[in-house]
């Protein structure tokens, strides 16, 4: 098989699981114990040296950064469909909120957590309260980014924010949950989270 994803149930890795069944493409998992540092091992450093999961590798192609595999998957095996063409002026919209849950929702959310202090003119992420006002927006009148379409950017922005919801990271505004909600019900969200339960209880993660 061509796609392996490296994997940890407890890694952004299980939202890549997401990404790939709403493209469809077989893929086969390797699992990577995260817990003893197997995402540092030389195999591993040898594919990303950051010593993080998720890495995805496609034939000798490798995609590391949650975002990246996502845009990476639309385009290879869903392009016009979950990726808007080049040429479809959606596209810059897409990119926008993909772009923007790594460089604005992950690094804001953590420094709000973490009580970092820091002039919000200087860091690229901006205001806590801005980036809130500015995930409304982009919801706002409609079910996903681009409208009444699920695109893959709905996997990276909508993970990302699900994630913060899970972890109390953000406050649950009403069109934040609605939105979660509309995403858990996709049948390859449902078909992502089945798999990641089941090798947690495979791997006896459920105990720990
Ligand atoms: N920017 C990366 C973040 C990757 C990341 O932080 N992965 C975590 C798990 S979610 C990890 O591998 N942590 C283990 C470690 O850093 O040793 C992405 O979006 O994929």
Redesign the pocket.
């Known amino acids: 098989m061509s796609v392996v994803l490296y994997h940890h149930p407890f ?3 299980a939202n890549v699981i997401w990404m790939l069944e709403e493209v469809g493409v077989p893929y086969e998992l390797h699992h990577v114990d ?1 817990m003893t ?1 197997g ?2 091992a030389p195999d591993m450093l040898a594919l990303n040296p ?5 890495v995805l590798t496609d034939g000798d192609t490798v995609v ?4 990246a ?1 996502a845009l990476y998957l639309a385009d290879r095996y869903s392009y016009g469909t979950l990726a808007p063409r080049v040429d479809d002026p959606a596209r810059g919209t897409y990119l926008r909120w993909a772009f923007f849950a ?1 460089s604005v929702i992950e690094p804001g959310a953590m420094a709000k957590m973490a009580g970092w202090t820091f002039k919000d003119s200087q860091a690229g992420w901006g205001a806590f309260e801005a980036m809130l006002a500015t995930i409304e927006s982009a919801l706002e009148g409609r079910d996903f980014l681009l409208g009444d379409k699920f695109s893959m950017a709905d996997a990276v922005f909508g993970g990302t924010l699900r994630y913060m919801l899970m972890f109390k990271m953000m406050e649950p505004r009403p069109s934040f949950t609605a939105y979660a909600e509309r995403l858990a019900a996709r049948p390859a969200f449902q078909r992502a989270e089945a798999r990641n339960a089941a090798i947690r209880e495979e791997r006896g993660l459920n105990k720990k």
């Not at 950051?50 to 998720?54: D, S, V, W």
Request: glycine share 12%; charged share 20%; hydrophobic share 35%.
């Open positions: 890694s952004r890795a995260i540092g995402q540092k950051m010593g993080k999961l998720p590391t950064e949650s975002a595999i790594p």
